[in-house]
């Protein structure tokens, strides 16, 4: 039956392909047709690629299981990370990884990767980033091939829950606290004495993202003291703070929900404004050392690629007949707020061949392997995670 299933997925992926020809573009070009969303602008091009639909192997080769990562990108700070994890993690458990590169964040274009990784015949999907009500839609698929669904850096909105909880191909997931990190952006700036702060954050429509903006706007909301210089949603960050420079020069500091020196370095150099402007933003990146370090940086906050080991373990323990029970994992962001406390990170958790927890300690949490492995110690790992309980964990 799942066979048969399988191959009927395979036919309606053909049959999409051929309607999104027919239509006379890609899903990228469709997105942009259907509403008056800005392209990217050029650095976000650079940051996250262009290779989109193309698929990457990872961990087993010869796997028993097949793991598809519906992602954005495998080749950035973050997502390097995270594939790197995920092919650490399956070598040590036989399970083949196939990543899906999707081109944007689109509904459909999510729908169509897990519509494409059901049709090669995956046993289990890990999804990221995601709009609120997408996953149903996306469980839906996987439940029609069989394969189970886990989710990474999202939580399910609470308007779905129940719907997507009944459901035998859920396994559960993983998100990080995003609306305290938008907070904690806003109110670093604050405390290092920024007065007149300009807002920019992904636009609106992504989980993730959105509740980042609302910790942001929170944090602007409880510090009347300070002036919001302005707020920009969309895709073309750099800009964007080409202008809110050029628009005021009383601007002393930018939040970002995103990659911010890549964003808002070259722009403040190009206005003269170095020294004067203090960045904070979401997602941390190679040159995170030098900005902190020299002061443009107040705040930077990431870690996310642990993410990784949650959904997988939930999927790993439902293929081996063990489901452990469902739940959304709460994951800790890493705050660097020093060229110190960054180095740390690198040190004990980013560098070539550091993981937040090693095999040995995920065997704790198969059922195969530990009889007594519940989801309870999934929260707790997610409740702990840190620099300081990774040096406790491994040493330094």
């Not at 929900?257 to 808002?264: A, D, N, Q, R, S």
């Not at 990146?285 to 930077?300: M, P």
Request: glycine letters at 10%.
């Amino acid at each position: 039956m799942k066979r048969i299933k399988r191959a009927v997925a395979v036919l309606l992926a053909v049959m999409m392909i051929f309607s999104v020809i027919g239509c006379g573009g890609s899903s990228g070009s469709k997105k942009s047709d259907s509403s008056s969303k800005e392209t990217k602008d050029a650095k976000t091009e650079e940051v996250w690629g262009n290779k989109s639909g193309q698929d990457e192997i990872c961990g087993d080769p010869d796997g028993k299981y097949t793991i598809g990562v519906v992602i954005h990108t495998t080749t950035d700070f973050l997502c390097a990370k995270y594939k790197a994890y995920t092919d650490y993690l399956g070598k040590a458990y036989g399970v083949k990884f196939n990543y899906y590169i999707i081109e944007n964040f689109a509904d459909e274009t999510y729908l169509s990767a897990i519509e494409n990784l059901c049709a090669q015949g995956v046993d289990g999907i890990i999804t990221t980033n995601f709009s609120g009500t997408a996953v149903l839609q996306g469980l839906k698929i996987c439940e029609e091939n069989e394969v189970y669904l886990g989710v990474g850096w999202s939580q399910i909105d609470e308007s779905i829950k129940d719907q997507v909880y009944k459901s035998d191909y859920f396994v559960g997931g993983s998100y990080e606290a995003d609306y305290d990190a938008g907070y904690e952006i806003v109110t670093s700036l604050i405390d290092s004495g920024c007065k007149n702060i300009a807002a920019i954050g992904y636009e609106p429509g992504i989980t993730c993202h959105d509740r980042r903006w609302e910790g942001m706007m929170k944090a602007f909301e409880d510090h009347p003291e300070v002036k919001k210089a302005g707020e920009y949603r969309g895709l073309e960050f750099t800009k964007a703070v080409e202008d809110f420079l050029a628009a005021d020069d009383s601007i002393d500091g930018i939040a970002i929900t995103l990659l911010g020196i890549e964003y808002c370095s070259e722009p403040i150099k190009s206005a003269g404004r170095e020294g004067q402007v203090k960045i904070a933003f979401c997602d941390l990146s190679e040159n995170c050392q030098g900005s902190l370090d020299n002061g443009e940086t107040v705040c930077a906050i990431g870690g996310q690629y642990a993410d990784a080991v949650f959904p997988f373990v939930l999927i790993y323990n439902a293929l081996e007949g063990n489901a452990l029970d469902k739940v959304e994992v709460p994951v800790n962001f890493i705050v660097c707020k020093s060229g110190q406390e960054f180095s740390d990170y690198m040190t004990y958790l980013h560098n070539d061949g550091v993981y937040a927890w090693t095999t040995d300690e995920v065997d704790q949490l198969i059922k195969s392997k530990n009889k007594n492995a519940s989801s309870d110690e999934l929260l707790e790992m997610g409740k702990n995670y840190s620099i300081e309980d990774t040096i406790a964990r491994h040493g330094k």
